[in-house]
């Protein structure tokens, strides 16, 4: 097995993001002023790895007790620090952070890591950070990074020690974010560049003399289309996902179904139509920023930062304020703007009933938040067969399920008995879209299958699972005890989106050589597989495991996996098999699976039997009525 490859901390640390403007000449030339390296992210692993570098992660400086805290810090923050000043963050009725929490989870997980960061380097004798930054710092809005969050927090806490490396619009020595052209105009023009394409098509609108919701080629977008029907409010990209449930619901109401998308494009939205055979109209165009309530904002959020220094949140909220300046002035703005539209599109269609996605961003719920003002039913149907959120905080009124699987996980957050509905037909075999790979294993051998989710998302330091962790866990995988490498065949199974190929490399040669490609058909996979390994693994695959009955062992080096009391879905199927902490635990199971894999397998067909079969569950027009049918 390769070596441990941390580099051992000196006096000087150099931390970045793989998307920084860093080169591989930079990371070697690193080496020379004797600067050890933190890999903020997946991306920093890989540029570290090419650039022939050992590096540090962050769970190499906070430990795994300090992490639970950062992580249970850090929810506090989410879903708290607003509330000092409720009624200033309000509008159309709505407390804006509280309702667009999600937006700003990973800022939070991000803000108090470094906060704990700062305190590691100070306790182990760092005597100069240095990091990438912008000259006009950028927030980080869900996890669209890299941000200067980190770095901002450590110029904060770290003056003198904390130094860097500036880029970007012009000079800045960085020693007052907030009156360098306040950052708030980087991040005013960050929001409408991601807006940009929305603008220019409204802007050809109205200089062509159109309408505001026709243009040329462009699908009529009149709500009357949509009057009385049942409604799916969704994203472009939960299409393939969401089409099997179309399907469910066209069975159900054959001329009464229809669809609007999220995003203002008009373009999928008449591809999406043809597809499905219904009424698709593009989501809201975006309007106009309202300053006057973005002030009111900015004023509440600048009271908080000399009024609640005291609590978790407070330091970040004065170490950063180019976030909250960013949230006040353009996004909540924008999003009441978008509330307002939604509310006048179901004012006029008068919907019968209107379905939103699961997932917990503020544009995914603001339909349903829009439609249960107004009296209309709403339902949100599961992103994905398990999905690790509180979806407590939804704003629709029902959440359907379909396995108890999930029902479990709802009742574990606390969402109310009488939101969450059973319904037929909402877990699907393929929520991605998948290639067959032929198995690959000689004849008498065992297949193992390897699962294995990111270990966090690019651009932001804060892990879901300690990198560190999922290094050496690969690393067992790969390489079983000698007795056992002749019978086995591993394959490792990633995410198909979020593969963490830097990671996998820095693992090693062999990880790579044994991953499966990420769009391999899972289902087809699972039934050629004698026996299943979860590395640090508790997503939604597990519920496809289950209903296919393969048997399974949790190979769970991270310590914190199961162990973090606001993340109760991690343990949501582990009683379905045997739980390793290490390899030797590990391969212990291995072998016993080998001598004798009857237990194993009664162990999954057991807990298959009260967790994964739909059973009476009613069909969709039984749930959400038959009125347009």
């Not at 494009?265 to 593009?282: F, K, Q, S, T």
Request: charged share 25%.
């Amino acid at each position: 097995m390769p070596a441990d490859d941390r580099e051992h901390p000196g006096g000087s640390l150099f931390a970045f993001f793989g998307s920084d403007p860093v080169s591989a000449a930079d990371l070697g030339a690193r080496r020379e002023d004797r600067a050890s390296l933190l890999a903020l992210d997946v991306e920093a692993i890989a540029a570290a790895h090419a650039a022939g570098r050992s590096f540090t992660l962050p769970d190499d400086w906070v430990g795994a007790e300090a992490m639970r805290a950062v992580r249970e810090r850090a929810l506090a923050c989410e879903h708290g620090w607003y509330e000092g000043a409720r009624e200033g963050l309000t509008s159309s009725g709505i407390c804006w952070p509280e309702l667009d929490h999600h937006a700003m989870r990973w800022f939070w997980a991000d803000a108090i890591l470094a906060d704990a960061l700062a305190e590691a380097f100070r306790e182990r004798g760092v005597e100069t950070l240095r990091f990438p930054q912008r000259a006009m710092p950028r927030h980080l809005r869900y996890y669209e990074g890299p941000s200067d969050v980190c770095g901002a927090v450590w110029k904060h806490r770290l003056p003198g020690v904390a130094v860097p490396s500036m880029f970007g619009e012009a000079p800045h020595d960085g020693s007052d974010i907030e009156a360098s052209a306040a950052g708030w105009y980087d991040s005013l023009r960050d929001g409408l560049r991601r807006f940009d394409r929305g603008l220019r098509r409204l802007t050809r609108r109205r200089r062509s003399g159109a309408k505001a919701d026709t243009a040329p080629g462009r699908p009529a977008s009149d709500p009357d289309l949509l009057r009385g029907r049942v409604v799916l409010a969704f994203n472009a990209h939960e299409f393939h996902r969401h089409s099997p449930i179309v399907a469910e619901l066209k069975a159900c109401y054959p001329d009464a179904l229809g669809a609007v998308l999220l995003e203002d494009d008009a373009h999928r939205a008449a591809e999406i139509a043809a597809r499905w055979d219904i009424p698709v109209l593009p989501g809201p165009a975006m309007e106009a920023v309202d300053a006057d309530l973005g002030a009111r904002f900015a004023a509440s959020c600048k009271t908080l930062a000399t009024t609640e220094a005291d609590q978790p949140w407070g330091a970040t909220l004065a170490a950063v304020p180019f976030q909250f300046d960013y949230f006040s002035r353009v996004r909540w703005p924008q999003l009441d703007a978008l509330y307002r539209r939604w509310r006048a599109i179901w004012e006029q269609a008068q919907p019968h009933a209107v379905l939103v996605s699961s997932l917990q961003d503020a544009e995914s719920q603001l339909p349903a938040e829009a439609a249960e003002r107004l009296g209309v039913s709403s339902f949100a149907v599961p992103h994905g067969a398990l999905q690790g959120d509180d979806l407590s905080t939804l704003r629709c009124g029902s959440i359907l399920y379909s396995l108890p699987l999930q029902r479990r996980l709802l009742e574990m957050y606390g969402v109310e008995a009488s939101r969450i509905v059973a319904c037929r037909g909402l877990v699907q075999d393929h929520e991605y879209p998948a290639v067959a790979v032929p198995a690959d294993a000689p004849p008498g051998s065992t297949r193992i299958v390897v699962l294995t989710n990111t270990i966090g998302l690019a651009g932001t330091a804060a892990a879901t699972i300690r990198g560190r962790s999922q290094i050496e866990g690969l690393r067992a995988v790969v390489y079983p005890p000698e007795d056992l490498a002749d019978r086995l065949v591993v394959r490792i199974k990633t995410h198909p989106h979020y593969t963490d190929e830097g990671l996998l490399a820095a693992a090693g040669a062999p990880v790579l050589d044994a991953r499966l490609p990420p769009d391999a058909d899972l289902h087809a996979t699972l039934r050629e597989t004698d026996l299943v390994v979860g590395l640090n693994y508790y997503g939604s695959a597990l519920a496809h495991v289950i209903r296919i009955g393969v048997p399974t062992v949790f190979f769970w080096p991270d310590a914190l996996i199961g162990s973090t009391p606001s993340r109760p879905h991690e343990s949501l199927c582990s009683e379905a098999g045997p739980l390793a902490r290490s390899a030797d635990d590990l391969w212990a199971e291995v072998r016993s699976f080998l001598e004798d894999p009857g237990p194993l397998r009664a162990q999954m067909q057991a807990f298959a039997a009260q967790s994964a079969h739909e059973d009476d569950a009613p069909a969709m027009d039984a749930v959400i009525g038959r009125g347009p049918a």
